[in-house]
């Protein structure tokens, strides 16, 4: 039972020092994150503003709203990365208001059965039953034992205070919690409602723009040059990867990062996956091959380093193989890009997504979502693609046949 006391005492100064430290480390880093975004959203928003009825009607427009949508959903998503960070501690100091509930009970037992003690051999008893006795060493180790059990007794009355003044501040902290989580739920609500509204604005955009072929070509013209920023950043990628396994091979393998450092050898082999690859859509059908196409109406050719798959509204986007997310990058044409990284310098691309449900250096299965397609002049189209180091594969070669 003292054992027990004395690491009942050791908990609550440690648990508050160091959860709640972070906690609050948590909360500034999130505040600086949405203060970025935000002020990135009103900086859009201005130069949207500014634009003339006809400018607004425009591509560069378009391309504007769909950036707004995807820093907005970036920003709920930190709120509800953070609401569930607040359930969580809440939920550990409830656990810990019960422990220290549990620890008052024990002191007040403990304390109890002091009182009983101390009234039993109070006054002439207690005198009677130290001194019934001829030997002095027993008097002297009666003494003691009165003297122990009184100066533990105080120490359990400043530790019943102690434990009760920390069961205030727990209580406090867990309704000061909850106040927080009722504010970012609805902090939660009003950037939902605005990104619904920004998305309804943008899809009359969409179907405005659609009526003039003129933007749709400048739209193929934005997704060539997005072919070449998707290229450098496979190299920039590739080049990490080198400086990576360098910087281990130097520190004898240790591991430095390890949201950096996954064994890429231990994932599913990629390259066994060809002509039974999943497909990175559940129902789709390609609309822009692998390599150059031609377009009749805009009488152009492009040259497409994937391939682009036709699917439903919202449709989600899944990732085909194991992998580490190891990009998320906006660029004009296919605006949120996600790319991962498999075994044997194998990566694939996923452009035109929106609601972006991973993180880099996250670490994913074969099926798991990663976010959901995005509306285009063109429709509802995936841009999806397969590298091997720098060389761009056909992708409907690797993709199992439907």
């Known amino acids: 039972m003292k054992t027990c006391l004395k690491i009942f005492l050791l908990i609550p100064a440690f648990f508050y020092s160091s959860v709640y430290a972070q906690a609050s480390d948590s909360i500034k880093f999130r505040n600086e994150q949405l203060e970025n975004l935000k002020s990135e959203i009103a900086k859009l928003e201005w130069e949207l503003n500014q634009k003339t009825q006809k400018e607004k009607e425009s591509l560069q427009a378009l391309e504007n709203l769909t950036r707004q949508n995807t820093l907005l ?12 960070n607040k359930e969580r501690q809440i939920a550990e100091l409830e656990n810990e208001i019960a422990y220290t509930e549990n620890k ?39 003494y003691r034992y009165f003297k122990s059990i009184t100066e533990q007794n105080k120490k359990d009355l400043k530790s019943l205070r102690d434990s009760k003044n920390y069961l205030v501040k727990l209580k406090n902290k867990v309704a000061e919690e ?5 504010l970012l739920k609805a902090e939660k609500k009003a950037e939902q409602e605005n990104l619904a509204r920004k998305e309804t604005e943008r899809k009359k955009l969409i179907a405005a723009l659609k009526k003039d072929k003129k933007h749709l070509s400048e739209e193929i013209e934005s997704k060539q040059k997005a072919e070449i920023v998707i290229k450098n950043i496979i190299a920039r990628l590739i080049e990490e990867e080198r400086q990576r396994r360098e910087l281990m091979l130097k520190e004898n393998e240790k591991m430095l990062d390890l949201s950096k450092n996954y064994d890429y050898n231990k994932m599913e082999n990629f390259s066994l996956l060809k002509g039974s690859l999943a497909w990175p859509v559940r129902k789709g059908k390609i609309v822009r091959k692998f390599g150059e196409n031609r377009n009749r109406k805009l009488n152009t050719v492009t040259l497409n380093y994937g391939v682009d798959i036709l699917t439903s509204e919202d449709a989600d986007i899944y990732a085909v193989a194991e992998g580490v997310v190891s990009a998320i990058e906006w660029i004009p044409g296919y605006g949120s890009v996600v790319i991962v990284t498999h075994r044997d310098e194998f990566r694939t691309v996923y452009g035109h ?8 250096g996250q670490l994913i299965s074969g099926g798991s979502a990663i976010g959901k397609v995005n509306e285009s002049l063109e429709g509802n189209i995936l841009h999806f693609e397969i590298w091997n180091s ?11 046949k439907k």
Do not use: A, D, F
């Open 353 to 360: 997504i929106k609601e972006i449900y991973v993180e880099e």
């Open 104 to 142: 008052i009970k024990l002191l007040q037992e403990k304390y109890s059965k002091y009182i009983v003690w101390i009234y039993k051999y109070r006054g002439k008893s207690y005198l009677k039953y130290l001194l019934n006795t001829s030997s002095p060493s027993k008097i002297l180790k009666r």
């Open 390 to 400: 720098r060389n761009y594969q056909n992708p409907e070669i690797w993709l199992s």
């Open 178 to 182: 909850k106040r927080t989580l009722t």
């Open 73 to 84: 959903q970036k920003i709920i998503n930190n709120i509800v990365k953070e609401e569930k």
